[in-house]
């Protein structure tokens, strides 16, 4: 939670194996929703996160510090953006992008 800056606001059960986590400040929140229970849960396509960060670069130096490796990038398709991806522990690509 520290990567993103995510505050957690919430945290329960919600049924036998399953637990709910809201995090967040503002009117947006993340849910992370963790089952046990199901050892393949089905994962809709199309899913995308990202975030935004003030320095690609530093950005960068904190996955590296803390032995996340950067899985691609970083990119720079046009003059007003750069960003970058890492893999969260399930696999998904997380982005990092920087507006400038």
């Known amino acids: 939670m520290d990567i993103a800056a995510l505050s957690l606001k919430s945290r329960r059960l919600a049924g ?5 986590a809201f995090l967040g400040d503002g009117e947006t929140k993340l849910e992370l929703i963790a089952s046990g ?5 089905t ?7 990202g975030f935004t960060v003030e320095s690609v ?5 904190m996955m590296k510090e803390k032995g996340i490796p950067v ?3 970083p990119f720079q ?4 953006i750069r960003f970058f991806y890492v893999l969260d ?5 997380v982005q990092f992008v920087e507006m400038m």
């Open 57 to 61: 670069d530093a950005a960068i130096g």
């Open 43 to 49: 994962v809709g396509s199309g899913i995308s996160i």
């Open 16 to 20: 036998p194996g399953t637990e709910l």
């Open 37 to 41: 229970s199901d050892p393949n849960p």
């Open 71 to 73: 899985e691609s990038g």
């Open 89 to 93: 522990p399930d696999g998904w690509r």
């Open 77 to 80: 398709p046009g003059p007003g």
